[in-house]
């Protein structure tokens, strides 16, 4: 998935596209995290120049008030630890498979989840790892 797809960005994704256009990066696929308690987002995007690691918070400590993206690339070169993760079984009674992927890396720090009861989680989830395993370092 990139970042148009992401349908809980909010301003944030306009903020984001107008820095992708600016670097003149090639988008290959994000990752989206939001906070359920406090809306903070952590936006990820694998791009032909690195990663790109954004913060979308509040300014203060005010929800309603002013929010700011920050944000830094990554060299895919710089980046350790990468591994994607998975666990599977069957669910005997129902005949379900459940399964789970992890994507980690250790710098910068990741740890991004999917599983099979979110419908589309799992796909967008391997869409950014397969976009960050094939150009890391």
């Given at each position: 998935m990139k970042i148009g797809e992401w349908d809980n960005?909010?301003?944030?994704?306009?903020?984001?596209?107008?820095?992708?256009?600016?670097?003149?990066?090639?988008?290959y696929a994000a990752h989206v995290g939001v906070n359920p308690g406090n809306g903070r987002m952590r936006v990820l995007v694998a791009t032909d120049v690195g990663l790109?690691?954004?913060?979308?918070?509040?300014v203060g400590a005010d929800p309603n008030g002013a929010w700011i993206l920050r944000g830094q690339?990554?060299?895919?070169?710089?980046?350790?630890?990468?591994?994607?993760?998975?666990?599977?079984?069957?669910?005997?009674?129902?005949?379900?498979?459940q399964a789970v992927w992890r994507l980690?890396?250790?710098?910068?720090?990741?740890?991004?989840a999917a599983t099979t009861d979110v419908d589309g989680a799992i796909e967008g989830l391997l869409a950014f790892a397969r976009a960050c395993l094939v150009h890391a370092g």
């Open positions: 960005l909010g301003k944030a994704r306009g903020l984001i596209q107008r820095q992708l256009g600016e670097l003149r990066a090639d988008e790109l690691d954004y913060s979308y918070a509040p690339a990554h060299r895919w070169g710089a980046i350790r630890g990468l591994r994607l993760q998975t666990d599977a079984q069957v669910d005997e009674a129902s005949g379900r498979d980690v890396a250790e710098d910068p720090k990741i740890e991004l």
